[in-house]
């Protein structure tokens, strides 16, 4: 066998080889940018279904309805507008004034003792606890996620119909 034919053989085998890798590489960008396609369009419609709860929950209708059922407003009347002219102006604030001090009385019936002395003489914390949340909140937020849940659950959908809404096949 010449040498140039051997030279030949080596050349088209490397460049086969090349095609190959570069023909294998074009395959998985396609198929990552279909993937990425898809997701694309899962985020555009989980979009536009934020949108549409959001025209929902933003109606005018139910809003005035919520704020009568909820915080019995009333509409404003022509009595409860003013001039701007009207308004007083404010002068300087008064000062606040001072806090409270607490002390601590010691107990009469303390003996001496160095220990129960020092434990008396420290500075009293007072620790102001924030009340619980009604029972009314809770039980909202529990229905909310209940009816998210079972929304999420509706409204949930698998790779397969997605592929169909968009009309890929």
């Not at 020092?118 to 007072?126: F, G, L, S, Y």
Request: hydrophobic share 40%; proline share 8%.
């Amino acid at each position: 066998m010449r040498k140039s034919t051997l030279l030949w053989l080596v050349l088209a085998a490397f460049c086969g080889t090349a095609l190959f890798h570069t023909s294998q590489k074009v395959h998985d960008e396609r198929n990552k940018l279909a993937a990425l396609n898809a997701s694309i369009a899962n985020e555009k419609e989980s979009i536009r279904v934020l949108n549409a709860e959001w025209g929902y929950l933003n109606n005018p209708q139910r809003l005035e309805t919520l704020a009568k059922t909820y915080l019995h407003m009333k509409p404003l009347t022509g009595t409860q507008f003013i001039n701007v002219e009207d308004i007083p102006l404010r002068t300087a604030a008064p000062p606040a004034p001072p806090a409270p001090k607490i002390v601590a009385e010691k107990p009469a019936a303390i003996k001496a003792h160095p220990r129960r002395l020092a434990a008396v003489e420290r500075p009293m914390t007072i620790r102001i606890r924030k009340p619980a949340a009604p029972v009314y909140f809770k039980k909202r937020h529990k229905q909310r996620d209940n009816v998210l849940k079972s929304r999420d659950a509706a409204t949930a959908r698998n790779f397969g119909d997605v592929i169909k809404s968009l009309g890929v096949e």
